[in-house]
C-alpha cells in the first residue's frame, strides 16, 4: 500500500485525509493517507522521516508551503509561479514540487459554477501567497483581463510584473481597491480580510449583472465577502470547492486518475 500524508502545524482540522479516502475507495486505489504534524522548526526532517518509512508523496499546508520550495529538488513551472507548493511527489529522482491551488480554482469555477474564464473580466482582490498561486492557472484560461487589487497597491504592482512574462502582457493590471474601474464576471476574493469579518472596500457596482463571487475561505456560513456579494446580485462559491479540487489535481499527479468530485463536496458541505 503506498502511503500519502499532509503536513502541517496545526494539522488536526485538516480535512485532506478525509477526501483523499474517499477518492481512493472511488477510483479503487490502493492507498493510505494520514495527517502528520511537522515541526515549525524540523519540516524538512518531517518529511524525510516520512520518506524513510516509505512515503510517495504529501501535501503540504500552512505554515510549510514556502518552505516546501525550498525543500524540492525540482518545481513544475505552476509551483516556480505561485512561489509555493501544496503538493510533494517523492520520485526515484528526488523530490518534486508541484502546485495545485490554482488548478483547484480554475476546476472549481470552471466546472463545478459551469462559468467559462475565457473572455471573462476577472478582478482578484489581494496579492499575497494564496493569490499568487492562483495568477498563472487563470491567465491560461485566457481571460479578456485580469486585475489584482490589493490594500497595499505595490505588492499587487510585484505580480503585474511577475506574470507579464508568463503570459499577462497586457492583461494583467493592478490596483488598490478604490481604483477599480468597471464590472466584473468573476470577483475571487484572496485576501485573508474574511478571518477577522472584513470585506475588503470594493465598490458594489463591480459586479457586473450575473457575476460569479467567490471567496477562496470557507465555514458553516457565507463569507461577510460573499454576503456583500449576495447583496449585490453576485451568485456565490465559497473555498470548499478549490479544497475538493486541488486535492483530486494532487491524487492525478500521484495515482494517475481523477477522481470524480460532486460526492465528497457535498458530504464536506453537509459536516460544516
Ligand atoms: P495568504 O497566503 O493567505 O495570501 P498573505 O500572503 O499574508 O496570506 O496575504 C494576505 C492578503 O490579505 C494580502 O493581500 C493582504 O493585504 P496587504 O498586502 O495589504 O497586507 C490581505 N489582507 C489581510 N487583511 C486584510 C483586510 N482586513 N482587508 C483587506 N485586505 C487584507
Redesign the pocket.
Known amino acids: 500500500m503506498d502511503r500519502y500524508c499532509v503536513f502541517g502545524n496545526p494539522i488536526a482540522h485538516s480535512k485532506s485525509p478525509e477526501i483523499h479516502a474517499a477518492y481512493a475507495v472511488q477510483t479503487g486505489q490502493d492507498i493510505s493517507y494520514e495527517r502528520r504534524l511537522a515541526p515549525l522548526d524540523d519540516f524538512a526532517g518531517a518529511v524525510r522521516a516520512f520518506i524513510a518509512e516509505g512515503g510517495k508523496g504529501a501535501n503540504v499546508t ?1 505554515p510549510f ?1 514556502l518552505e516546501a520550495v525550498k525543500l524540492a529538488q525540482a518545481l513544475t513551472i505552476r509551483a516556480r509561479a505561485a512561489g ?1 507548493v501544496n503538493t510533494l511527489v517523492f520520485s526515484d529522482d528526488g523530490i518534486i514540487g508541484d502546485n495545485t491551488d490554482g488548478a483547484g480554482l480554475v476546476a472549481d469555477i470552471v466546472q463545478n459554477a459551469g462559468v467559462a474564464i475565457t473572455g471573462k473580466r476577472v478582478l482578484l ?9 492562483v495568477v498563472l492557472p487563470i491567465l491560461e484560461h485566457r481571460p479578456a483581463k485580469l486585475v489584482i487589487a ?3 497597491v505595490a ?2 504592482e510585484e505580480l503585474v510584473e511577475q506574470f507579464a512574462a508568463l503570459g499577462g502582457e497586457g492583461v494583467v493590471s493592478a490596483c488598490g ?1 478604490a481604483e477599480i474601474e468597471g464590472q466584473y464576471d468573476i470577483i475571487i476574493n ?4 474574511s ?2 469579518a ?4 470594493i465598490a458594489p457596482t463591480v459586479f457586473a449583472p450575473g457575476a460569479l463571487a467567490l471567496d ?1 475561505m470557507y465555514g458553516a456560513a457565507p463569507t461577510v465577502f460573499l454576503q456583500f456579494a449576495a447583496q449585490h446580485g453576485a451568485q456565490l462559491r465559497d473555498g470548499l470547492g478549490m479544497l475538493v479540487e486541488q486535492a483530486a489535481e494532487a491524487f492525478n499527479l500521484w495515482r494517475g486518475v481523477t477522481p470524480a468530485t460532486a460526492d465528497v463536496l457535498s458530504s464536506l458541505r453537509a459536516k460544516l
Open positions: 500552512v508551503k509555493a482582490l489581494g496579492a499575497g501567497g494564496a493569490v499568487r498561486g490589493n490594500r497595499t505588492k499587487a481597491f484572496g485576501t485573508a480580510a478571518l477577522s472584513e470585506v475588503p472596500p477562496m
